[in-house]
Structures are given as C-alpha cells and as structure tokens.
C-alpha cells in the first residue's frame, strides 16, 4: 500500500480549510485517511498552519512520501527536526 502526505478540503465556498492527512495514495482527495496530523487555514489573517512534526517524522520513517503542497507547508512552517 502507498502512503501518502497530503491535503483534504474541508470548509464552505469560499471559506477554504484543509486538513492534512495520511491516506493510501489511490483512495479519492476527500475520502478515507489512516490519520489526520494537522490543519491549514489559509483565508484567516494570518494563516493557522497546525502540523504534529512527530507524527510527521514517524509516517516518513515507515515510507510514506508528502505531496508537493504539504512539503511546502512542513518546510516553512514546522519546526526543524531534532537531529
């Protein structure tokens, strides 16, 4: 099974909120997930970027790979890993 990072959109037209989740790459954007680490809200001011880095780190080690978005978001958002 691939196992993938990515974004579900939750939230009204216009209202965009998305969560992040870990789900198997061939389920559908807003279907079944294993796990939810975090949550994007991109329209408030400034925009509320939640993501659990632990968790993060722990997908990654068992394969699982981040769409582009979702790397963008670990990248500027998340706190650097502990080395």
Known sequence: MAVTMRMTRT??????HFRIVVADSRSPRDGKFLES????????????VKI????????????????ETVSQL???HGQPEPK
């Open 11 to 16: 939230g009204s037209r216009n209202n965009p």
């Open 37 to 48: 680490i975090g949550v994007y809200h991109p329209a408030s001011k400034p925009a509320v």
């Open 52 to 67: 659990d880095m632990d968790r993060v780190a722990y997908w990654r080690s068992k394969g699982a790979t981040m769409s």
């Open 74 to 76: 670990v990248k500027r």
